[in-house]
């Protein structure tokens, strides 16, 4: 089955102890994501990868890190996370950057206290 | 600012009945635009992607309109069921943007028996 998968789904955690997000797709899709959900808002993007070793900046970059060693995996991590850091964690995937549908896994409810 | 402002906020309805939920967007130019239904705790789904030449796009009971003139999207659902509780997201994706998403708030639907 097509799909992307995020763990874990639920954390609670303390500031300053650094975590990670995993995610995965095994459609052999290019184009991966992070956003954040806040109540109130529309999804906003954390940071994306156009491929491996390539990423940039989205929207509200500021606190977390990515990387893309492979093409299936984007973790998401926080080296000091912040209790404004609470939020729900989505990561997507697409096939390429145009056009293309966006998949997006479970979703990780993180909250730091 | 707001780009994608949808609208209601929320909307209930009786089982059976149609309703037709609004986008409006300042994002310009644009690739295309897309809607998304959301149920509580799980990852958008897509419904459907329309390009900024398209007029309408349907998806069973889901029927999306475009109107690129005035800058605003509509979802009409027909037949509700008690499934389609959820929340309804317009996205749209700035021209040149390499798949850039500009999420909307989400309209959130809930259909009684």
């Known amino acids: 089955e097509a799909q992307v998968t995020q763990n874990p789904r639920y954390l609670i955690t303390v500031t300053g102890k650094k975590l990670t997000v995993t995610c995965s797709q095994n459609m052999n899709h290019e184009y991966m994501s992070w956003y954040r959900q806040d109540p109130g808002l529309g999804l906003r993007q954390i940071y994306y990868?156009?491929?491996?070793?390539?990423?940039d900046k989205g929207d509200v970059p500021e606190g977390y890190k990515v990387s893309r060693k492979e093409k299936r995996n984007f973790p998401l991590i926080l080296e000091s996370p912040s209790p404004n850091q609470t939020s729900l964690y989505f990561c997507?995937?697409?096939?390429?950057?145009?056009?293309?549908?966006?998949?997006f896994g479970q979703g990780t409810r993180l909250t730091v206290v | 600012k707001n780009q994608v402002e949808q609208s209601p906020q929320s909307l209930i309805i009786l089982e059976g009945k149609n309703c037709t939920l609004q986008c409006n967007y300042t994002v310009s130019p644009f690739s295309n635009l897309r809607w998304y239904k959301q149920d509580t705790g799980r990852g958008p789904v897509s419904l459907t992607i329309?390009?900024?030449?398209?007029n309408t796009k349907s998806n069973g009971r889901y029927t999306a309109t475009l109107d690129a003139d005035t800058k605003q999207s509509s979802l009409h659902i027909t037949a509700s069921q008690l499934s389609d509780s959820a929340s309804y997201i317009c996205v749209v994706s700035p021209r040149g943007g390499y798949n850039k998403l500009i999420f909307g708030a989400g309209t959130r639907l809930a259909v009684h028996p």
């Open positions: 329309m390009t900024f030449s398209e």
């Open positions: 997507a995937s697409s096939l390429g950057v145009m056009n293309t549908e966006a998949f």
């Open positions: 990868s156009m491929n491996v070793e390539v990423t």
